[in-house]
């Protein structure tokens, strides 16, 4: 927590401006029709989107569709400045592709004979789509100021799972896959629509992006293992049948309730990935290991806590992975895509051991114990490796902040006494100060505002980041001063002579 000072505790009512109020508006609307769509694609199985034909045949159309996903996020890492100067024409392209899958479902309901290539072709295309799309949101949420982005993921992810289960709940497949593309055409529309709201000097030529490997080897498998979890739950819960994947895909609605739960709570909690891996650990660690001894409804509620926990945690990196984009400058292609590619590789292997566990060589009994037990000792695993730390990553980030050393040289100290009574002397003892200390660029104007008095929430609007993130720079600045208060600061401005 970072410490509060006097001119911290100070009310001050900070309103949103309307016309980015309503950019949040609308993003939540849309970002709640991409999870909608979304949940439909990971259950599709034994829903709408591939009801015309047999269980097993459509988890393997599924399996298809998660691989060229895998590989649309693995050739965004690879080309990353490609696919952000591209990123419209992504996602034209990719807007036309989402609908395949749904025109091919009600081919296939309209006519018989229709060629198992057609079928496999769509969805190898629509996992293209989906992808292109997933991008482009998080494009968009890296481009915006970030004081609601977390309220926005959160209440959409909400809304995308009721719309899941409104579009999914009925027996009238056709009505389903109407409901179906219109989430579609809505997350496709109003991405077009919000990103001509951003304007065009917030947008950072390519080339200006920060670049970091903030996840790391042993991070990059731990994402990997619980996406092999979902993956294989996935299937699970679409094995028993539409109603028990439709609850599957219901029971995530509790994850991101805690999700939007930390993003109210905004700069009162700090939540970072390696709390998130705390809180899901042990919920999957129970569900994996109980699964085998239940049947029916008993396998319903574990699998319902495992989608929970994995939701909890994906709806805590879609905002975590936005928020610090903007606020750091960072490649917001290139980051998503090096999160997700590992995500979803896992997700493509879980899949295919689900399909070989309960299709090709179907497991029960001791097989099945041991197969799970397997899973729970390769989470366990990667969370050790990766050890929960998520405070490697914020130094990385922090660091990339700071300018070269060359830059901090007080070669300009010598200007201090030039005129103390300009307007301009205040602002050239802080940048001096700033630079003695060695504050980042972001820190130095933080500091500024806390040598004026302002405190914590009206650093968070001026600057336009989260009160969470601003409080973490006061922090930041409080310890490399060696103070514990603002009115100290104050005075260390007041007193600083240029030596």
């Known amino acids: 927590m970072t410490p509060d000072s006097p001119a911290e505790t100070a009310s001050n009512d900070i309103r949103t401006p309307d016309d980015l109020r309503l950019t949040y508006v609308l993003a939540t609307i849309g970002f709640a029709f991409l999870i909608g769509w979304e949940l439909s694609a990971t259950f599709s199985p034994s829903l709408a989107l591939l009801a015309f034909c047999d269980i097993r045949e459509a988890t393997a159309l599924r399996i298809v569709s998660v691989l060229t996903l895998a590989a649309t996020f693995a050739f965004c890492a690879w080309k990353a400045d490609w696919a952000f100067e591209n990123r419209n024409r992504l996602f034209a392209i990719g807007s036309l592709l989402a609908l395949a899958a749904v025109a091919n479902a009600f081919v296939n309901m309209a006519f018989a004979g229709i060629p198992l290539a057609v079928s496999v072709t769509s969805w190898a295309l629509f996992g293209v789509a989906q992808g292109s799309i997933m991008m482009y949101w998080c494009v968009f949420f890296s481009l ?5 982005t977390g309220v926005a993921v959160g209440l959409g992810s909400i809304g995308g799972t009721l719309l899941f289960v409104f579009a999914n709940a009925s027996d009238t497949q056709w009505l389903n896959l109407l409901e179906i593309a219109l989430f579609i055409v809505g997350s496709v529309g109003l991405a077009a629509y919000l990103s001509t709201r951003i304007p065009a000097e917030r947008i950072l030529p390519v ?17 990997a293992s619980q996406g092999a979890v979902y993956g294989f739950m996935a299937i699970e819960l679409c094995s028993m049948g539409q109603e028990v994947a439709v609850i599957g895909g219901a029971s995530g609605l509790v994850g991101t309730l805690v999700a939007l739960l930390w993003a109210l709570l905004g700069s009162k909690v700090d939540v970072d990935m390696a709390i998130v891996q705390c809180i899901s650990l042990p919920v999957l660690m129970a569900g ?3 699964f085998p001894f239940f049947d029916g409804p008993g396998r319903v509620v574990c699998g319902g806590m495992i989608i929970a926990a994995l939701a909890h945690s994906t709806i805590v990196g879609w905002c975590t992975t936005s928020i610090d984009n903007y606020e750091f400058r960072l490649h917001p292609v290139d980051r998503f895509a090096l999160r997700q590619t590992p995500s979803y590789l896992g997700f493509l292997t879980g899949s295919a051991v689900a399909y070989l566990a309960v299709f090709a060589y179907p497991l029960a009994g001791t097989q099945l114990d041991l197969l799970m037990v397997a899973f729970a000792l390769v989470l366990v695993v990667a969370f050790c490796v990766y050890g929960g730390d998520d405070a490697q990553a914020r130094k990385r980030l922090n660091e990339l902040l700071a300018p070269p050393a060359a830059e901090r040289v007080l070669g300009e100290a010598g200007d201090v006494g030039a005129d103390q009574s300009g307007p301009g002397f205040f602002r050239k003892r802080c940048e001096l100060v700033a630079q003695r200390y060695g504050l980042t660029p972001r820190e130095e104007e933080v500091f500024l505002l806390l040598a004026k008095g302002r405190n914590a929430e009206h650093i968070a609007e001026q600057l336009v980041v989260s009160p969470a993130t601003a409080k973490s720079h006061i922090y930041h600045i409080y310890r490399k001063l060696d103070i514990s208060s603002q009115q100290h600061l104050m005075n260390i401005v007041e007193g600083y002579d240029g030596e």
Do not use: D, E, Y
Request: aromatic share 4%.
């Open 288 to 290: 994996m290991l109980l």
């Open 144 to 148: 915006i100021p970030t004081r609601r």
């Open 207 to 223: 080339g200006a992006f920060r670049r970091t490997k903030v996840l790391t080897v042993p991070a990059s498998l731990s994402v």
